[in-house]
């Protein structure tokens, strides 16, 4: 995203260690991105994070969502928890947390309401059944969008355990801590053995 | 909403807080999970309702695991959405905090690449087992199978803002073509 010359880079650094946000500010900008996030808050939070208050660089942003895709759980909760206590400890932490979670869950919570006030009227069953077939297109779009390099790496290992995973919970339907108990083992002793012989 | 003792409120902490352990990748890769829990173990709901849910869930401001808050809400009330948020969120909040902590003192960058290179093959699974059981949830029709197919192929091959497209389907839904 930006020229990595050191001279670019040097500014951004300082800029990134130079105002560590306090708790109301850690609460608000996360209560922030969290209600601009129509469909996942992941793009609002590195515009907030690394392009507007320059909390972190793009290569630290890019390092702890990393951390946070591998971690169980909602990906972007787990960025806030990590972010909130780079900067101020455990507080920082529930104040990230609070922030991201509290609005949408009282905009949600009044949704629910609605829903089971008015969830039989018939215009809003089709017009919400609609909207679910979007929304299943939306996700078919985001896997195809992240299967692309590992169908360009022809990578038979990794292929087989996405199939296996997929039949397993989404055919079979067996519950979801069993099928991961066995993959991830699995997957992991491979992708060592794959790496240990690329490297031999 | 009969049962709403604090036995539905437990069952739901318990279903939540054990399944998030295991949602590798995120919210979209434990629908399965979720439906599985909410529509056939505990019959919280109908195929039609989690569909239902679902929908507002994407329609909704915030992180999409804000679904559990709607099932939540529909087993027990207020107090069944807050259990069923901090439930999904909670235990999964304080291990990213540990672990966290772990890497920055450790610095043994080694194990993190290899354990998130196995875990990638097996989100992307998980979320296309999502895909499928939510198909089977959502579309009752070919005219539904079109909406879904030309949404997923224009969100894959334009930029546009997709809550243009979650509209559109509503308004095709409110028309009475699916």
Not at chain 1, 54 to 83: D, Q, R, Y
């Amino acid at each position: 995203m930006h020229p990595s010359s050191p001279q670019a880079d040097a500014p951004i650094a300082e800029l990134a260690s130079a105002s560590p946000p306090g708790l109301l500010t850690l609460f608000l900008a996360f209560a922030k991105m969290s209600l601009a996030g129509f469909g996942g808050v992941l793009v609002w939070a590195r515009r907030a994070i690394v392009e507007k208050h320059g909390w972190m660089t793009p290569e630290e942003f890019n390092e702890t969502f990393a951390l946070c895709h591998f971690l169980p759980g909602p990906n972007i909760v787990n960025l806030s928890v990590v972010f909130g206590s780079r900067f101020r400890g455990v507080p920082g932490a529930i104040a990230a947390f609070a922030g991201l979670l509290g609005p949408p869950v009282v905009i949600v919570t009044v949704l629910a309401i609605l829903y089971a006030r008015f969830g039989d009227i018939e215009a809003l069953r089709r017009t919400l059944a609609g909207v679910s077939c979007a929304a299943v297109g939306l996700l078919f779009a985001v896997i195809f969008r992240m299967m692309l390099p590992l169908l360009k790496k022809r990578d038979p290992v990794s292929l087989a355990l996405l199939v296996a995973v997929f039949v397993a919970v989404g055919v079979m339907r067996w519950p979801l801590p069993t099928v991961l108990l066995v993959s991830i083992p699995i997957s992991v002793t491979l992708t060592m053995l794959m790496r240990r012989r690329a490297a031999a | 909403m009969s049962d709403t003792g604090s036995g539905s409120l437990f069952t739901l902490a318990w279903s939540f807080g054990l399944m998030s352990l295991f949602a590798v990748g995120g919210a979209n890769s434990a629908i399965p999970e979720i439906h599985r829990l909410a529509v056939e173990v505990n019959h919280w709901m109908s195929d039609k309702q989690f569909a239902d849910v679902f929908a507002i869930s994407q329609l909704s401001p915030g992180p999409n695991v804000l679904i559990v808050t709607l099932i939540g809400y529909q087993v027990a009330g207020i107090m069944g959405a807050l259990v069923a948020t901090l439930a999904m969120c909670g235990p999964t909040a304080v291990f990213a905090y540990y672990v966290s902590q772990l890497l920055s003192r450790s610095g043994n960058a080694r194990w993190p690449g290899i354990v998130q290179a196995a875990l990638v093959p097996l989100s992307i699974g998980l979320m296309s087992a999502s895909g499928l059981v939510l198909l089977f949830t959502s579309n009752t029709s070919w005219t539904a199978f079109l909406v879904t197919g030309s949404v997923a192929v224009l969100a894959f091959a334009t930029r546009l803002n997709p809550l243009w497209l979650l509209v559109a389907g509503g308004l095709i839904g409110f028309a009475g073509v699916l």
